[in-house]
């Protein structure tokens, strides 16, 4: 039955009609798919949203039919996928829900591909994913064994960057291309190296190590991908071998001192890094068959720990931190803005040292932030934002430092130093706020709220900075948290700066953050 649907090509007859949209199911219809595109890279769209349990392509039409395990899978994809097309080959690729509820290709030719594609990914998916030891022949490469790894970063106290990544794994080869998501609320990444002998002695050496100091555990396997598709550079995923690259609607530019910065020995110091950061200076044998068995013991110097007096990363052996902790932000309000606004925003994504508004250019200023890492984060999550009426610009500075103002020197207040602020977020080492970074919203997150305070006492507290208030509600199982929608994510930026550390009375200071929810 479904093989005569299929050789007939009724979805492809359907959807020329605009036919109406299917209910949702399991099985999703692709299609304008590039001729030579793979079963594996097809897979790869699916791969991110769960288990794919069958395939079939219909080249000849352009055409794929791809089945999720779940029907949530496949909504939470096609849901993804609306409002940013995916792309193969550079090609734009349309997704909708099948009329098929499952696929029966059992007696179909040319499947063998397809099921061998699938059967690799479901040993990766099903297996081993979160075993700490090393596969059973560690010291050889599989013959047809994949360039790219996947990686699970478990107890991310801390965040990690694609940059990070990059660096660490940089160690054992040429990255060419990463991939970064969150699946399962754990942050993974795929990473492609030139050389599957690369990938092999990079998972020997760091499956199971941490990041920092006792968090950010890595764990590691091989893809049976062969390959990433990377369609924009920015601070979610890159292509290194394409600097060109756009980098999406809403995301951060790659700046030229970061493009440059790629080819250079990473924020994490090892005795290892060869030229540029790539090639091994230990001397990996580039041969099959050779084991390193000295290799997976002896990554001490990767470790970083995070100091507890500046929450900046102390790297053994290493004189300084290469990455800069100062940005430049530009296209400010000058009539509205404040050192104190900007170290409120600022320290949403870390611990804001100092800040300065230019003296002669009040749209300018310099945000001066604990550590590389955290200036990097405020960076991709504030460039691009509305802050009173004007699009806020960030770049990394040329500036090591904000210099304070000499004794006796005119600077209007423009100047602050808030390093032994008590407001800082991230002071202590692996703090919850660390998992609670999202992106600015228009849902607020409200804590701190003392058991005397209404709904209509909040309300009008954020009517009174100017918002219009869409909805609210408190937490069922804790009335000192609340979200709050406002009216745009602008509103809700300027809400944070008004109104974060308002005094609530009974010495309870209202704690704002944005939201990952909606009301």
């Given amino acids: 039955m479904a093989r005569q649907a299929f050789t007939n090509g009724n979805d492809s007859k359907k959807f020329k009609r605009d036919r109406p949209p299917c209910s949702p199911s399991r099985v999703l219809h692709l299609r304008k798919i590039p001729c030579d595109v793979t079963e594996a890279e097809i897979i790869s769209l699916g791969l991110p949203f769960g288990k794919v349990t069958n395939l079939l392509m219909l080249k000849g039409k352009s055409q794929a039919f791809l089945e999720m395990a779940s029907e949530e899978a496949a909504v939470t994809m096609v849901n993804y996928y609306t409002p940013v097309t995916p792309h193969l080959r550079s090609q734009p690729v349309y997704i909708q829900y099948s009329n098929h509820r499952e696929l029966k290709t059992d007696n179909l030719p040319n499947q063998a591909r397809a099921q061998a594609a699938l059967q690799a990914v479901s040993a990766v998916q099903s297996g081993s994913l979160a075993l700490s030891g090393g596969p059973s022949n560690e010291g050889t490469v599989l013959p047809g064994q994949s360039p790219v790894l996947r990686i699970i970063i478990e107890n991310l106290f801390y965040p990690v960057t694609l940059e990070v990544l990059h660096q660490i794994f940089s160690k054992f080869g040429t990255v060419l291309k990463i991939i970064t998501f969150t699946k399962n609320n754990q942050f993974q990444a795929l990473l492609q190296y030139a050389d599957p002998v690369n990938a092999h002695y990079a998972k020997m050496a760091l499956d199971g190590q941490n990041i920092y100091n006792a968090c950010c555990t890595l764990r590691i396997d091989f893809s049976k991908l062969t390959s990433l598709n990377v369609k924009y550079n920015n601070d979610k995923s890159r292509d290194f071998t394409r600097l060109d690259l756009p980098t999406g609607d809403g995301q951060p530019s790659l700046e030229p001192p970061m493009a440059a910065a790629f080819g250079a020995p990473g924020i994490i110091s090892s005795p290892y890094a ?16 050779l084991s390193v068995p000295a290799v997976p013991g002896a990554l001490g110097p990767l470790t970083i720990t995070s100091s507890a007096v500046t929450g900046r990363m102390a790297i053994p052996g290493a004189s300084g931190i290469p990455g800069n902790s100062v940005l430049l932000v530009t296209n400010l309000n000058p009539d509205l803005i404040t050192p104190h606004g900007l170290f409120i925003l600022f320290g949403v994504y870390g611990d804001v040292h100092r800040v300065k508004i230019m003296f002669n250019k009040k749209e300018n200023a310099l945000v001066q932030m604990a550590d590389a890492n955290q200036a990097q984060l405020a960076m991709n999550h504030l460039s691009g934002q509305r802050l009173y009426g004007k699009v806020l610009r960030a770049t990394l500075s040329k500036h ?15 100047t602050k130093d808030f390093s032994n602020s008590p407001l800082h977020r991230f002071k202590k080492p692996g703090s919850k706020n660390f998992q609670n970074i999202f992106p600015p919203s228009a849902t607020l997150h409200l804590s701190n709220i003392p058991p005397s305070v209404t709904v209509d006492d909040l309300k009008n507290l954020f009517i009174e900075a100017g918002c219009s208030v869409k909805a609210f509600k408190f937490f069922q199982k804790d009335r000192k948290m609340a979200l709050i929608q406002l009216g745009s994510v602008e509103e809700a930026i300027q809400a944070l700066i008004e109104l974060h550390n308002h005094d609530l009375g009974e010495n309870h200071h209202l704690r704002v953050s944005f939201s990952k929810s909606t009301i």
């Fill in 274 to 289: 060869g030229a540029a950061g790539f090639a091994p200076a230990i001397g990996f044998p580039q041969a099959t068959g």
């Fill in 400 to 414: 090591q430092a904000v210099q304070l103002p000499r004794e006796g020197q005119e600077d209007q207040g423009l």
